[in-house]
Structures are given as structure tokens and as C-alpha cells.
């Protein structure tokens, strides 16, 4: 397997424009994770899908982030409008079961910067 | 604030040394892992401990967990330049339900050839 893949691996975008980011987990796990890591926050989980359903997205910032996993292979982070403090690196992570069980894979990250 | 927090935040040693990494964090636990971030890279999975083990090893990896101190430590041994990375240690609260598993802020190894 080639792992959990995302992308764009970088994104260069003017603020107020839409950023979609895209995942496709491991194949036949049922856990999808989104992180958002900063320096000053170190890595924060964004939302947790389990089976396809949003679990718990209390770490969303706010309205202008959404996210979906309309199948089991394929995720999206979308960002609208953007904000340069929306800069950051963001990571999809997968994990075959239950996460508080068992190890999650992360894939490589897309850094995205607002400008 | 967050569930794990790992010390020191930067560390600096001579390939062959060992390096030690602690993370401290605040409620009871079901496991907690460890993982290493190369630069610009994703986080990749080290070793799990469950709350009933108190030592684990994984080649160079030798971790351990005092679940009175609620505190864990990883030890890597015969250290080398490719070790450098930062590390992070992730708690999963147990709480009876789904809980959040969160991360520290990392401790970034430095291993000088």
C-alpha cells in the first residue's frame, strides 16, 4: 500500500480565495484523522471520522472550515475564505480501527500558506 | 491545555550517546505512543504502550510508563545522525468513551555526527 496520501503537497493561496485539501487513507481502515500543526500550537486534531461519519470535530476553528469523507477512500479539508492565519502545515491520518487502540498512519502533509 | 507534554523541548547530543525523552500528562490513560517527525515530513509510529505495561522495547527503543506519576519516557540508545527528529508522545484519555487523542508539543533530538 502506498500509504495515506495527500494533497496538494503545497499550496500557495491569496487570502479570501477557497483551499480544498485533499486525503485517501489506507485502504480498509475505517479511522480518518485531520491535524493542523503550527509552531505555536503545536499539532492539533482538526475532526475524526469513523466509517465515514464525523465523530467529533470540536477542534474545527471555526465556520469557514468544513470537511467530508463522502467514501471510505477519500477525504477533503476545505478552508472558506481563507485567512493568513490559516497558515500551516495539515495532515490526514488513518487509522484501522478504533484510534485509542491502535497506531495511526500519517501522511506526508500539505503545507499551505495564505498570503 | 494539552493531555501530553514532553521534556525537554530541545536536546542536543554526540551520535553514540543515549538520548532520554519524558512526557508528563494529566488524566488516567488507556495507552499512550510515541512518534518521531522528520523535517517536513509526516509523523511516523514508534511504539505503544498499554497502561497495564510498564516497559517496552523496539530495537534502540526502550520506553516505559509510571501510570502513579502519569509520566513516560522514551529511551533511545547508540543514538545516530539519522535520529534526529523531533518526537512526540500521544495519551488516549480513558474516560469510558470516545475522548480525543492529543499530542504534545514534541522534543526535538539533535544527534551531531
Known amino acids: 500500500d502506498a500509504g495515506v496520501i495527500q494533497s496538494p503537497r503545497h499550496e500557495v493561496t491569496e487570502m479570501g480565495q477557497e483551499v480544498t485539501l485533499r486525503c485517501k487513507p489506507i485502504?480498509?481502515?475505517?479511522?480518518l484523522f485531520w491535524y493542523r500543526q503550527t509552531m505555536m500550537r503545536g499539532l492539533e486534531l482538526l475532526i475524526y471520522f469513523n466509517n465515514n461519519v464525523p465523530i467529533d470535530d470540536s477542534g474545527m476553528p471555526e465556520d469557514r472550515f468544513s470537511a467530508k469523507m463522502p467514501n471510505a477512500s477519500f477525504s477533503t479539508l476545505k478552508i472558506q475564505p481563507s485567512e493568513p492565519r490559516d497558515s500551516a502545515v495539515y495532515f490526514c491520518?488513518?487509522?484501522?480501527?478504533?484510534?485509542?487502540?491502535?497506531?495511526?498512519?500519517f501522511g506526508q502533509g500539505t503545507r499551505l500558506t495564505v498570503v | 491545555s494539552q493531555q501530553g507534554e514532553e521534556d525537554p523541548q530541545a536536546l542536543s547530543i554526540q551520535e553514540g550517546e543515549n538520548a532520554t525523552m519524558n512526557c508528563s500528562y494529566k488524566?488516567?490513560?488507556?495507552?499512550l505512543q510515541w512518534y518521531r517527525q522528520n523535517s517536513g515530513r509526516g509523523l511516523v509510529h514508534l511504539i505503544l504502550i498499554r497502561s497495564n505495561e510498564r516497559e517496552k522495547h523496539s530495537g534502540r527503543l526502550r520506553v516505559t510508563l509510571d501510570t502513579s506519576k502519569k509520566s513516560s519516557s522514551l529511551l533511545i540508545t547508540a543514538s545516530r545522525a539519522a535520529d534526529t527528529a523531533s518526537y512526540f508522545c500521544a495519551t488516549d484519555p480513558n474516560s469510558g468513551g470516545y475522548q480525543k487523542v492529543t499530542f504534545g508539543i514534541g522534543t526535538k533530538l539533535q544527534v551531531i555526527p
Open positions: 491520518a488513518s487509522s484501522p480501527t478504533n484510534y485509542m487502540n491502535t497506531e495511526a498512519f
Open positions: 485502504s480498509g481502515h475505517n479511522s
Open positions: 488524566t488516567s490513560i488507556n495507552n
